[in-house]
């Protein structure tokens, strides 16, 4: 992680944090100005003058420090040499400079503002001041003040990273749980269509034949319309079932079809008019994960070639082991003229989708006048 820099993790000035600033440097002036000012006035009028109309400067240009920091914190050290009052400024410049935690302005304005107090200290203090306790009170003060400044700035660093780090777990979490949310919403809309398609082809089909075939005797008209009730029943049973996963993500879902039920899906499709085939060559019990896969591919199959190829043989070869995984193949002659049972063609996304998401891979297309799906699903899936 970058660190960040100090205009990230500097906070705000408000109106109370300039009082107790200005505060602290009025407090600082006075015990750096009072003690000399009588020297001053007493050794020059203009040099009590020009202290304060230095330190006023300072007070003035002291408000500019964020914005040029290393500028005014080395022009307020030199002013600090000639001029008690701009002490405090030229203080409060050097810890708001430090809090940078820059070392090589740390460096310079730190040299400035010792050399400066040494000069100040030199030239208004008693003939009874030792030399190396005003060296020492002074590298002490400059030390104390760009510390303190560093301990701040190391804070306010640590408590921007912390923060950033707050606000960056938060936000992952909610692009985890829009993700997680999305691929529910995906898995749900896959469920649907399988469940929905399947069912409403044989409806349409029916309910088609009702009307074009003029020459159907009663009962099998009868019949049809029983299959459609049948049909409708059996949609609205699994579009209940959908639903009730999607308003209750913690309850239980409704029993999902596997493999074991592929000849019920089979049958199913003869007694509603179709003609399927089908050749099942697996070795073993079938996991209910992979099962369940084959059964929405056949599923969507039996789907297709209803719709686009209707009264076509249906050719259904499903061969695998523990070993080599799951081969599923579909193969039925290409239907002629458009379909009229509506659809969007995402169904075979969807099981594409499906079947990488089990490891495995789905292909479907012409192989001249035959539609071929072919999908690969491994045995663990």
């Not at 010792?114 to 020492?136: C, G, N, R, Y």
């Not at 269509?193 to 009702?210: C, N, T």
């Not at 169904?347 to 035959?370: F, P």
Request: aromatic share 6%.
């Amino acid at each position: 992680m970058e660190r960040p820099s100090p205009s990230e993790y500097q906070p705000p000035l408000t109106r109370w944090s300039h009082v107790w600033r200005v505060a602290v440097m009025l407090t600082i002036s006075a015990i750096v100005w009072v003690p000399s000012a009588d020297q001053e006035a007493d050794t020059s009028d203009w040099w009590w003058l020009l202290d304060v109309a230095l330190g006023l400067t300072a007070y003035v240009a002291v408000f500019l420090r964020r914005r040029h920091p290393l500028a005014i914190a080395s022009a307020l050290g030199l002013l600090s040499a000639v001029s008690g009052i701009a002490a405090g400024p030229a203080t409060l410049a050097a810890v708001s400079l430090a809090t940078r935690r820059r070392w090589r302005e740390i460096a310079l304005v730190g040299s400035i503002n010792f050399a400066a107090s040494q000069l100040f200290s030199t030239v208004t203090a008693s003939s009874t001041d030792p030399v190396w306790l005003v060296l020492a009170a002074n590298a002490v003060a400059t030390a104390a003040m760009l510390g303190w400044g560093m301990y701040i700035g190391s804070r306010r660093e640590l408590m921007w990273t912390l923060r950033n780090r707050a606000e960056r777990a938060e936000a992952e979490q909610e692009l985890r749980v829009a993700q997680a949310r999305s691929n529910e919403q995906a898995r749900i809309a896959r469920e649907m269509h399988d469940v929905l398609a399947h069912r409403i082809s044989q409806i349409s089909m029916h309910a088609g034949a009702l009307e074009y075939r003029a020459d159907l005797s009663p009962d099998e008209m009868r019949a049809s319309a029983g299959v459609i009730r049948a049909q409708a029943h059996q949609a609205l049973t699994d579009l209940r079932d959908v639903l009730g996963v999607l308003r209750d993500g913690d309850g239980e879902r409704a029993p999902q079809p596997t493999y074991g039920d592929l000849p019920c899906l089979l049958a199913e499709a003869r007694e509603s008019g179709m003609r399927v085939e089908l050749d099942d060559l697996v070795l073993g019990a079938v996991p209910d994960g992979a099962g369940r896969t084959v059964y929405r591919i056949v599923q969507e199959g039996i789907t297709n070639c209803r719709k686009h190829a209707p009264g076509a043989l249906l050719s259904v070869r499903v061969t695998g082991s523990a070993e080599d995984g799951i081969d599923v193949l579909l193969r039925n002659p290409i239907g002629f003229g458009p379909t009229r049972t509506p659809g969007a063609g995402l169904g075979l996304v969807g099981l594409a989708e499906r079947a990488e998401l089990r490891g495995g891979h789905l292909t479907s297309g012409r192989d001249g006048s035959t539609f071929v799906l072919h999908a690969w699903i491994p045995w663990g899936a």
